[in-house]
């Protein structure tokens, strides 16, 4: 588990918010009220480290310089004078947060959290003139990012090429070989804005800011560049991604099950055909329908139903694995595809599927209504065609139907 060092004379509040960061993001907290106590604390790791300027034995922020050396650090004090806080801004620090202001325990949390989303998070950072470069690198660093560090964009581009797994490129409009403009023009021919911002950097000049933001860049700073403000325009850009990605997962969901919808489903199983077309794969295909649910919506109302709908999606979802697909192929109907897998074993999870459906139950009125599913399930091997595994597994789910129900059938 991650720790966090706490160092604050103030015991009763040092306390309540080493509480708040346990129960809330469950990390443990050490405590540390002297400088003293602080320096024993430091031989254990921590990943970050919260500390005010003024402790018994520490009374003008020495702590700063002997603990931000070795863990991210960030100031939490009482003291809003801003002449020490300017000067502390420009040691090795996160942040600065103080203590009196209604949002403090906020801030804590939050900067807790970026700092463990992002910790270790790819960044491509193109600058020409190294002491720049350092300096960002530097912050970057400070916040735990992967820092791919390149002195013009022909360089970066190949750090891009070999780490596709980059979340953000940082670069100057103005580099030798290929300018940040360029760079930025190779990006986003290959990727979106939410999955890969840009921010690039570059002298006071209103048009060539115009430009780059309508080209795609997530935003332009000038330079020099303010540590905080820094800080401040690169979790903006940070969060627009996520919102963005998040965005768009939940428009590619049905919003009943939680679950994929139709054409996301499809979608994803043509990649998945494709991407294997070359191997040799097996795999599953299968629809699941819920018996006689038009007649329970009937009898019962559509709540009911939908309730029903996404007792079956959990189910599906706690038997398969985060990279088998699963959608709401249509209104009593879900489309399952279990990848690489053998027929005994995607027997099993189906067949534990639908006997899970089968005890679930929902509370009416005090009574519980019991539910059942039928599948039909066609398996496969690389080079198979969507609308081959539809329809044989839309025969198959017929057969379970006439047959009786709450049954699997195989596709002959």
Same mark, same amino acid.
């Given at each position: 588990?991650?720790?966090?060092?706490?160092?604050?004379?103030?015991?009763?509040?040092?306390?309540?918010?080493? /509480?708040?960061?346990?129960?809330?993001?469950?990390?443990?907290?050490?405590?540390?009220?002297?400088?003293?106590?602080?320096?024993?604390?430091?031989?254990?790791?921590?990943?970050?480290?919260?500390?005010?300027?003024?402790?018994?034995?520490?009374?003008?922020?020495? *702590?700063?310089?002997?603990?931000?050396?070795?863990?991210?650090?960030?100031?939490?004090?009482?003291?809003?004078?801003?002449? /020490?806080?300017?000067?502390?801004?420009?040691?090795?620090?996160?942040?600065?947060?103080?203590?009196?202001?209604?949002?403090?325990?906020?801030?804590?949390?939050?900067?807790?959290?970026?700092?463990?989303?992002?910790?270790?998070?790819?960044?491509?950072?193109?600058?020409?003139?190294?002491? !720049? #470069?350092?300096?960002?690198?530097?912050?970057?660093?400070?916040?735990?990012?992967?820092?791919?560090?390149?002195?013009?964009?022909?360089?970066?581009?190949?750090?891009?090429?070999?780490?596709?797994?980059?979340?953000?490129?940082?670069?100057?409009?103005?580099?030798?070989?290929?300018?940040?403009?360029?760079?930025?023009?190779?990006?986003?021919?290959?990727?979106?804005?939410?999955?890969?911002?840009?921010?690039?950097?570059?002298?006071?000049?209103?048009?060539?800011?115009?430009?780059?933001?309508?080209?795609?860049?997530?935003?332009?700073?000038?330079?020099?560049?303010?540590?905080?403000?820094?800080?401040?325009? $690169?979790? #903006?850009?940070?969060?627009?991604?996520?919102?963005?990605?998040?965005?768009?997962?939940?428009?590619?969901?049905?919003?009943?099950?939680?679950?994929?919808?139709?054409?996301?489903?499809?979608? !994803?199983?043509?990649?998945?055909?494709?991407?294997?077309?070359?191997?040799?794969?097996?795999?599953?295909?299968?629809?699941?329908?819920?018996?006689?649910?038009?007649? *329970?919506?009937?009898?019962?109302?559509?709540?009911?139903?939908?309730?029903?709908?996404?007792?079956?999606?959990?189910?599906?979802?706690?038997?398969?694995?985060?990279?088998?697909?699963?959608?709401?192929?249509?209104?009593?109907?879900?489309?399952?595809?279990? /990848?690489?897998?053998?027929?005994?074993?995607?027997?099993? *999870?189906?067949?534990?599927? #639908?006997?899970?459906?089968?005890?679930?139950?929902?509370?009416?009125?005090?009574?519980?209504?019991?539910?059942?599913?039928?599948?039909?399930?066609?398996?496969?091997?690389?080079?198979?065609? $969507?609308?081959?595994?539809? !329809?044989?597994?839309?025969?198959?789910?017929?057969?379970?139907?006439?047959?009786?129900?709450?049954? *699997?059938?195989?596709?002959?």
């Amino acid at each position: 588990m991650r720790k966090i060092l706490l160092i604050d004379d103030n015991k009763m509040l040092s306390k309540l918010l080493a /509480k708040k960061i346990q129960n809330t993001l469950n990390y443990e907290v050490d405590i540390a009220h002297t400088m003293a106590e602080a320096i024993v604390m430091l031989k254990n790791e921590y990943f970050l480290a919260f500390v005010d300027l003024c402790l018994p034995d520490a009374m003008n922020g020495e *702590i700063v310089d002997v603990v931000a050396d070795k863990i991210p650090t960030i100031v939490l004090t009482a003291s809003n004078d801003t002449n /020490k806080r300017e000067e502390f801004m420009h040691k090795n620090i996160l942040d600065y947060i103080f203590k009196e202001s209604d949002t403090c325990v906020e801030q804590i949390l939050e900067a807790i959290s970026t700092l463990s989303y992002y910790a270790k998070t790819k960044v491509i950072l193109a600058m020409a003139k190294l002491p !720049e #470069r350092n300096e960002i690198k530097k912050f970057l660093s400070q916040r735990l990012f992967n820092v791919l560090a390149a002195a013009h964009g022909e360089e970066a581009l190949v750090y891009l090429e070999d780490n596709n797994d980059t979340k953000l490129v940082i670069a100057d409009v103005k580099m030798p070989v290929v300018s940040g403009e360029e760079f930025l023009a190779e990006i986003r021919a290959n990727y979106d804005d939410s999955e890969l911002g840009v921010i690039l950097l570059g002298e006071k000049d209103d048009v060539t800011e115009a430009r780059v933001l309508k080209n795609g860049a997530n935003d332009y700073l000038i330079k020099p560049l303010l540590k905080e403000l820094f800080n401040y325009r $690169l979790d #903006r850009v940070l969060n627009y991604m996520q919102d963005k990605n998040f965005l768009k997962t939940y428009n590619n969901l049905d919003h009943t099950s939680g679950l994929k919808d139709h054409y996301t489903f499809k979608t !994803e199983v043509e990649d998945y055909l494709n991407d294997i077309a070359s191997g040799e794969q097996e795999f599953a295909f299968a629809f699941l329908d819920i018996d006689e649910l038009k007649s *329970i919506n009937d009898e019962y109302g559509f709540e009911v139903g939908d309730n029903i709908i996404k007792i079956c999606a959990d189910e599906m979802i706690a038997e398969t694995k985060g990279r088998d697909i699963l959608g709401r192929y249509s209104g009593e109907k879900f489309g399952i595809l279990l /990848k690489n897998i053998s027929q005994e074993r995607a027997l099993k *999870i189906l067949s534990r599927i #639908r006997v899970n459906i089968k005890n679930a139950g929902i509370l009416i009125n005090l009574d519980e209504l019991f539910f059942t599913a039928s599948i039909g399930v066609v398996f496969a091997n690389s080079g198979a065609k $969507l609308d081959d595994l539809i !329809e044989k597994a839309t025969k198959a789910l017929s057969v379970a139907k006439n047959n009786g129900k709450d049954r *699997i059938e195989v596709c002959s």
